[in-house]
């Protein structure tokens, strides 16, 4: 029996099998989870299904979460089907691809600021304020993903950083005022992972190369690794953490510096 066995979960954010979401779901299936999936689109919806069948699931629903409708009508169809919920996991961002070549001031722009934050975190209180009233005195948890550019200036990766620390402070307040419920809400900050998404940032690999000679750890991390985070983090295992972002990227974020073993004096 699995650490998550009885829990339903809703995943949002799929996108691939390499999605960072992806990882979360098969980690949380085989902790013994029943999973509901959104997807955004027609052309992602095929891949979302082809995930849910192999964890289980007939539940993949639509979800823009720039449409107030269509957020409450996966609330009601989580309602009709499941009627609680003890896990959301919201793994959703975006920014319009121009804005993250060049530098920061030289991309951003008014309608493009908007987009990345709306998108990239508003939607997670739009979705906590929704889905609220089935997770309400379940111990359940909401559960974000974030990166080190919402704390650190990382080159390309521009206006995301201010979504993203927008995003996290989302974490603090919504994990305030939700914990007489107990719901907790938490974050997590993955290392760089070659998904989908980063395939939008001008540089990523030579970022990935970065990362791995510069982490504690000297490699980077896997979806399945922040999956197994995840599923700890969303599961009764850790009932006294909220309000937190748990740092899954192999320790680069410690690191001052790092020099190659050869170059360090004797």
């Given amino acids: 029996m699995g650490f998550l066995t009885g829990k339903k979960v809703l995943i949002t954010g799929v996108a691939s099998e390499r999605s960072i979401a992806s990882g979360i779901a098969e980690a949380m299936h085989r902790e013994g989870a029943q999973l509901a999936f959104t997807y955004q689109g027609e052309k992602i919806r095929p891949r979302v299904e082809a995930l849910a069948g192999e964890c289980g699931s007939d539940l993949v629903l639509p979800l823009d979460v720039t449409r107030d ?26 920014a319009p691809r121009e804005l993250l070549a060049g530098g920061y001031l030289q991309t951003v722009t008014r309608d493009g600021y908007r987009i990345a934050h709306d998108i990239s975190a508003y939607s997670f209180a739009a979705l ?6 089935l997770m309400r005195g379940r111990a359940s948890s909401m559960l974000t993903l974030t990166y080190l550019g919402a704390v650190r200036a990382v080159p390309m990766y521009n206006v995301m950083g201010p979504a993203k620390a927008s995003l996290e402070a989302n974490v603090r307040y ?25 395939a939008g940032i001008r540089g990523f690999r030579t970022m990935l190369t970065h990362a791995e000679k510069g982490s504690a750890l000297k490699r980077n991390v ?3 690794e922040v999956g197994n985070a995840a599923a700890f983090l969303c599961s009764d295992l850790a009932s006294g953490i909220t309000g937190e972002i748990l740092y899954v990227d192999a320790g680069f974020n ?9 170059d360090v004096d004797a």
């Fill in 128 to 133: 906590g304020q929704a889905l609220r009233p």
């Fill in 174 to 198: 919504m994990a305030a005022e939700l914990g007489p419920e107990n719901i907790r809400v938490n974050g997590i900050s993955a290392g760089p992972i070659k998904t989908l998404a980063a």
């Fill in 222 to 224: 896997s979806i399945e």
């Fill in 69 to 94: 409708d269509e957020i409450a009508a996966l609330t009601e169809a989580l309602n009709r089907r499941w009627s609680t919920l003890d896990v959301f996991v919201h793994s959703i961002g975006f």
């Fill in 254 to 262: 410690i690191m001052g510096f790092s020099l190659p073993a050869d």
